[in-house]
């Protein structure tokens, strides 16, 4: 089992950055590859980003493709989601998941830990 732990939303105001960070506990020995995700109400929890284990692989949802970077720091156990350029259309919960194996996926259903979420408000 792998615990993850989101922290770091908050509000912001449009053209704002926020990091956001998710901190995994738990059987960290295997490898995982990680993805954010995000939930507005009413909607579906869309992808968002998501990093291979090694970190030199990514990939993201075309809605925030040059804004937010996936990073992850292994000795750590973190991954981070850096967003810059917000809009309020960014406001969600964010949710951190990892996916046991070293190669990044993108569906949601592929995943298999997920965080408790973290709620990102940008104001205009």
């Known amino acids: 089992q792998v615990q993850l732990v989101e922290s770091g939303g908050g509000l912001v105001q449009a053209g704002g950055s926020l990091r956001l960070s998710c901190a995994a506990s738990?059987?960290?020995?295997?490898?995982?590859?990680m993805g954010w995700f995000r939930q507005a109400p009413g909607k579906e929890r869309d992808f968002v980003a998501a990093?291979?284990?090694?970190?030199?692989?990514?990939y993201y949802a075309d809605s925030v493709k040059g804004r937010f970077t996936i990073s992850r720091v292994n000795a750590k156990n973190t991954v981070y989601l850096q967003m810059n350029s917000l809009k309020p259309e960014d406001t969600a919960v964010y949710y951190c998941a990892a996916r046991t194996g070293s190669y990044y996926v993108i569906g949601r259903d592929e995943f298999d830990y997920w965080g408790q979420g973290t709620q990102v408000t940008v104001s205009s």
């Open positions: 738990g059987r960290t020995s295997s490898r995982h590859a």
């Open positions: 990093i291979s284990w090694s970190g030199s692989s990514t």
